[in-house]
């Protein structure tokens, strides 16, 4: 059977004996394979151009055909006169598979697969809480995303393949979605933090070494990154667990108690529980986006204490109270581009 004999018999061109030629070769068992051959080399031209579906669901789309053919048009095969019109339209159907086909997927598959390419070529979003400021927002597949002072998360727009991934640079409070068949994982420098439904914290900014993770409510998985792809895991979170990463020397310390220090900062508190200076002007820094120095003289002192939404030099003044500090604030300097620098604060001993 050739293409140009189907050509002629489908523009009603055949002599009496080409037609009997086509009709046995319908009839024949290897009518549906050469059919599918012949189709195919013309399905590769609408591919070539077009190049959204695969062989493997076209594959499939012909044999479902045909197999409906076969299913409801048995009749098809007795030749009678009243009928014969009709059989041979149907039969050319079968001829005529791999154009059906094509139709069928540019009205439907080929709609969506370019709406998911076109997704895919902006889904790289990222959201960023500038320094003095946190932020708030929700995922396509409902989690809620608290995002601390001078953080930044990457995600896709829509959540494909095995896992819900987002990459996060500072700190961010997860209230996870609940999908067993789909871990949500936080990338967070060298630590991966894996969960299905569940409510935690990661701390990893990028000026220190320490990576967090506090679980407030389910169970996360720790993993660290390897080269590649690969990866370990580090051990199962329970509520209430807080966990240090050191990501230069790899070791892991881990408390149970109060997550409210750990998170309290996405309701506006700052609570210090027994910490060094240095980490709590750390925090105010990032805060209130200053640069604030400690003078050496001072790194003794720590600090418990809570602050809810207090201003920067009241929160400096209670210090100066508790402990035997002074603090001086500089005047902003005016950069060559017109804009004006950090201001600077240097806290030093009471003299």
Not at 4 to 24: A, F, G, R, W
Not at 80 to 96: F, G
Not at 145 to 150: A, E, P, R, S, T
Not at 158 to 165: A, I
Request: aromatic share 8%; charged share 25%.
């Amino acid at each position: 059977m050739t293409k140009e004999l189907l050509e002629k018999y489908l523009n009603n061109l055949c002599t009496s004996k080409e037609v009997d030629e086509v009709i046995q070769w319908i009839k024949g068992q290897t009518c549906y394979d050469e059919s599918k051959d012949l189709g195919k080399t013309e399905w590769q031209k609408y591919k070539d151009e077009d190049g959204l579906v695969s062989d493997e669901k076209l594959e499939n789309l012909l044999d479902k055909i045909h197999h409906k053919l076969n299913i409801e048009e048995p009749r098809a095969f007795q030749i009678e006169s009243n009928r014969i019109i009709d059989w041979i339209s149907r039969a050319a159907a079968v001829i005529m598979i791999p154009v059906l086909a094509f139709l069928f997927y540019m009205l439907s598959e080929n709609d969506k697969l370019t709406n998911q390419l076109a997704t895919i070529s902006v889904d790289s979003l990222e959201v960023i809480a500038p320094v003095g400021s946190r932020t708030v927002f929700e995922l396509s597949d409902g989690t809620v995303v608290h995002l601390n002072y001078g953080s930044h998360m990457k995600y896709p727009q829509n959540f494909w393949g095995e896992t819900r991934g987002v990459t996060l640079t500072g700190e961010a409070y997860f209230e996870v979605t609940h999908n067993p068949d789909k871990p949500f994982v936080v990338t967070a420098g060298q630590l991966e933090v894996k969960a299905v439904g569940t409510v935690f914290n990661v701390n990893a900014y990028p000026e220190n070494n320490d990576i967090t993770t506090t679980l407030v409510e389910g169970k996360v998985l720790l993993e660290k990154q390897l080269p590649g792809e690969n990866s370990v895991q580090l051990g199962a979170m329970k509520p209430g667990q807080h966990v240090i990463y050191n990501s230069n020397t790899g070791k892991i310390k881990s408390a149970i108690g109060d997550v409210d220090k750990y998170i309290g900062w996405k309701d506006g508190k700052l609570v210090f529980d027994n910490d060094p200076i240095e980490q709590v002007t750390q925090r105010l820094s990032r805060m209130f986006n200053v640069d604030i120095q400690v003078k050496s003289d001072v790194k003794e002192f720590k600090y418990t204490v809570t602050f809810v939404d207090e201003p920067l030099f009241q929160i400096l003044d209670l210090l100066t109270v508790a402990t035997p500090i002074k603090y001086r604030a500089l005047p902003r300097t005016k950069n060559p581009d017109g804009t004006f620098s950090k201001q600077k604060i240097i806290i030093e001993r009471k003299k």
